[in-house]
């Protein structure tokens, strides 16, 4: 590819472009494009790239980064308190929002060998995310990772190492939240 293409929401990526990256909500994920360009194309971040967009983010995690995102599926935001997400995309709560999704970036690119080699004895990194919070992955024996969020939530990483052209996604189950 000679140019990159523009974070749009009509990216895409060329059918051989996928690096050895896995599908992700039935979509090709092409290591040349970005967080945004990738995302946009999986049916199964449809709310989480509603919110970078309602956030003003979308051209952040369009830049050269390097980020690692921990990206949560829709029915991962579908399984929060009724009314949470309506209320997070108004423009009013943009600073909630932005604080929300932040709490899901860690700078630099940690795919699972760097989380794994940086792990202590029980598995586990402790990262700091761009929004300040604390995040945790703990890499178990059997090579499944978990993410613990400041409030006490546990999420499976249910797809890792998802290269981007500024970084890497996660794949998690759950949505992130910073401490109340």
Excluded at 99 to 107: C, G, R
Excluded at 168 to 179: E, M, S, Y
Aim: glycine share 8%.
């Amino acid at each position: 590819m000679a140019d990159q293409p523009e974070a749009t929401v009509t990216a895409e990526a060329p059918a051989d472009d996928t690096g050895g990256n896995p599908m992700v909500g039935g979509a090709a994920m092409s290591p040349s494009m970005t967080i945004v360009e990738n995302a946009v194309n999986s049916a199964d971040h449809t709310t989480l790239v509603a919110a970078v967009q309602a956030a003003g983010l979308a051209e952040t995690l369009s830049g050269a980064g390097p980020f690692t995102v921990f990206a949560p599926v829709n029915a991962a935001f579908d399984a929060l308190p009724a009314g949470t997400v309506d209320t997070l995309l108004q423009p009013e709560n943009k600073d909630q929002l932005t604080k929300v999704l932040t709490a899901h970036v860690v700078p630099g690119t940690l795919d699972a060998g760097a989380l794994a080699a940086q792990a202590d004895a029980d598995g586990f990194v402790h990262l700091q995310t761009v929004s300040g919070d604390a995040l945790s992955v703990q890499i178990r024996p059997s090579g499944n990772a978990y993410v613990f969020d400041e409030s006490g939530n546990v999420y499976r990483v249910t797809i890792a190492d998802v290269m981007q052209s500024n970084g890497v996604i996660h794949v998690v189950d759950g949505v992130l939240l910073p401490a109340s």
